[in-house]
Every structure is written in C-alpha cells, then in structure tokens.
C-alpha cells in the first residue's frame, strides 16, 4: 500500500470568471478546477480543502488548497504537472508536503486581503478587473482616521453579512492601513480571520468616510452597533485580493509561515 | 451652417479583446468602436485618425483620436456620453478643441511604450492580461547594457517587421530603460516614432541579452545589419503598453503636450 501524504498548494487566481472559491452546484469554482486537473493527474477521488472561501469575482495571490494523496510525485514537481491541465486564469505557485493534521481553516493563520480603489475623474481599463472605480474624490487622511477604530480585538457583528455561519462575530484585526499612490488606493488589513464580506464591507465604509457621507468619529458607533446596517455598503467582489496568509509555527508539526 | 470643429480624444484602452487599433475588415478594432460610437452620438459619419496604430493584442493608456464635427457640445462633456456607448475595455479619458490642421501622426511628437514581464517561476493570472510571463531569469544590467546601444537616432530597419510602409527606417530614441521592482521588469522606451514591430522587436531582442543567449555588445552588430534577422524575435503583444504621446508646441496652433 502507498503512503498517503498531505500536499498544501499555493494558488493564484483572477477570479473574474468564476463563482468563487468553493464548490457549487451551478456554475465554475477555482476549487471545482483544482479537483477536477488533481483527480485527472493523481487518478483518485480529490477534494480539496481551501484556506479561504473567497466570494464569487474576488482574486487570491496565496490561497492554499490541501489534500491527501497516495499518487507518488515529489510534492515541488506538482505545479507544472498542475498547471497544464488548469485554464491560465489559476495557477499553482508552491507545492509543499505538510503534516498529517494540518487543516487550513482549523489552524491558527493571519490573513491580509488588499482592497484596491482608482479614484479618477474615468476608469482605466487595463486596472477595470482589478480595482473598483469610484470619481468620487476619496479623502485617505479621513479614511485612514476611521480606519484605526477598527485595529483590535472586536466584535465585527456590524461588518458580516447575512448568511455568516460564524460562531462568533469577533475577530482581531492586527493592522489595517490606507495607502495612496497616484489614482489608485490601497486599504491593507491583516486579521485573525474575517468574517463574510467582512473586508468589503470595511472598504465600503471607508470609503463612505473618504467621501465625508461619513464622520470618521462615527465608526466606533459603527463597530458599537453591532448590527450590519450601520455599516456601509459591502464594495464590489472585483476590488478585493487575497495577498498573504501565514501560520503560527506550532510544536509537532512542520507547517510553514508566509507560504506565498 | 454650423461651425465645424476639430476635436482630440485620449483614448485608454485594454487591447486584449481587439484586431488592434485600425479599422478590419474582419474582427473588431478599438478605432471602429470610436468611430461607432461617434457616429451614434453626433449622427454624422465619424471617422477618428489615430495617433498610433496599435497592434492586436497591444494595449494604451493615451492614444488619439481626432475627428472634425459640427455637432454642438461642449468638448469636454464628449467624453461622458461617448463612454456611455463604448464597451467597458475602451475609455476616453479627455477630449479638446484643436487647431483645424493638427493631424495626430503628421505632426512631431514624442511616444513612450512600456514593454512589461513577468520573469518569476509560475505566471501570476492577475497579471496576465498586461505582461510577459517567462521563467527563464533575466538579467536586468545586460539587458540595460545592450539597450544603451539603441539610444539616439539611428536605422532602425532591423528593428523592423515586414510590412512597413514607412519611407525611411531612420527613427530617433530618446530614452530606454530597463526597471527591475519586484518579478516585474518594465522595459520604457521613448522616441520621436517607431516602425512596424519596433518596441516588440526591441523587448524580445533585449530579453535575448538577458537570458546571456545574445552578448549585450552584440547589439551594436545587430543595429548595424540592417536586417530583421539580426535582431531578437518579436515580444508577444500582450506585455505592450501605450503610456504617452507629447507633442512638441508649434506656433500658429494650440497644440497641447501631454495630453494624457
């Protein structure tokens, strides 16, 4: 009999084609191609397991997407066997062997999603896929003022839409800047995990402060609330990326940090 | 009668779903979108003369178009009700009243090309609309090494695919440079015009050097041949951007400079 091992890939997608990150019954998933080009390769049955479930039209630098296998490969040969039989919009960057027990959703991580803005008089249509766009002239010193109400440990009930099947709606957020750089703006938030459209929604309501509909103050009434409706609206899927996600070191396993 | 006027457009556009700038007679061009949408809009038969003939494929963030009109509307508010009629891959970003004889191509003007690569292992699906992807590492000083030969005016005619009908392949650059940030190489190239395929030409030939496949002083014999064999192979249009025209002020006309 084979030895089974766990494999934890490191994917990048543009997810403007696609219905999200999980499987579903109607329409294409970065997870259902990731099962289908493994299960071609390994000839097994593969499901794997995603270390963000990212929303329908949201891009991923460094998701990870780990199964068990017994096909024998040397783990860092499979993205090339991968890549050819995945469409060029996802592709396998890393491929590392990882302990039996590691589960990416269950093992303590920090995640950064990046949100990106054009703000300019007219869209620009080689950024169109990867940034939202607003003409709406965005104030960063006051979207960088509301922002830091949100660093910390907190209860982010305000910041989850419907449909979260979270247990708990708090969550910390250890870094969340704002940054400008000729017509495009970067939010940047690294957190213990989010919850449903929780980042999109933070942009939506920065940028409801950066548009002055919002006093920067208000957002710790925002945050206080508790309740999704006094945040802003959730910002478009396209805007969002998924940049980093890195694992505590822990005894007994030999997980890796920053795998992207 | 109504006046007729001279109008400029600055064109953005992602090149990725057209035949390229000009007119075909089979498959979509950005120039024939314009011209549509124009011609919509004012109900006379528009058609724009281009500042640059972009290739299939090849993408810009300020091309002209120039067209003359009786329609009365401001000419700054064109460039709403025109994007309101194009596709979401084309946006114009600014329009102005010229002088009457001001011909986008005939008069002197200056262009910048960026020629963008990906040199990483694994491509990056969220930038590969808009680069070059290729694993094979690159050496970004001999790369600037063999461009410092191309610099000033010199025959280009190696530089130069079949097909031209340009009078002369004399042409001037004013400036070249190869920028490393990152696994990103920007290669920026500005010049007084540039032949059929030139800035590909260049890229490809520049990546021959820094792949160690061609000498960086061999440039200096590849220039001299006079001979599109000599030079590099043709870089894939998709890593081509248009980044900006300058035109050079002349008296008895309006003529602006940098119009993006």
């Known amino acids: 009999m084979e030895a089974r091992r766990r494999i934890c890939l490191t994917v990048a997608y543009d997810g403007t084609a696609y219905c999200g990150w999980q499987v579903q019954k109607n329409g294409n998933t970065i997870e259902s191609e990731l099962n289908r080009a493994l299960s071609e390769l390994t000839g097994e049955k593969i499901q794997v397991i995603g270390a963000s479930r990212t929303d329908a039209g ?85 979207m960088r003022q509301a922002a830091a109400y949100l660093v910390g440990e907190h209860d982010f009930a305000s910041f989850c839409s419907a449909g979260s099947q979270a247990e ?37 309501t920065l940028m409801e402060a950066g548009r002055g509909r919002m006093a920067s103050e208000k957002m710790e009434e925002v945050l206080a609330a508790g309740n999704r409706t006094a945040a802003g609206p959730t910002a478009p899927a396209c805007g969002l990326i998924l940049t980093e996600i890195c694992y505590e070191r822990q005894e007994n396993s030999d997980f890796f940090t920053n795998p992207a």
Request: include cysteine; charge should be positive; hydrophobic fraction near 35%.
């Open 58 to 142: 949201v891009h991923g630098l460094c998701n990870l997407a780990v199964f068990d296998t017994c096909f024998r490969i040397p783990a860092e040969k499979l993205p090339y066997a991968l890549n050819q039989r995945l469409p060029e919009d996802i592709r396998v960057r890393e491929s590392k062997e990882v302990a039996p027990d590691f589960h990416p959703r269950r093992c303590r991580s920090r995640k950064t999603y990046e949100y990106h803005i054009l703000n300019a008089p007219f869209s620009n249509p080689v950024k169109r896929l990867y940034s939202y766009f607003t003409y709406a002239p965005l104030d960063v010193e006051k």
């Open 168 to 204: 708990t709606t708090v969550r910390t957020i250890y870094d969340l800047t704002v940054e400008k750089s000729g017509d495009e703006i970067v939010i940047r938030v690294t957190g213990s995990g989010f919850l449903y459209n929780m980042v999109r929604i933070i942009a939506g």
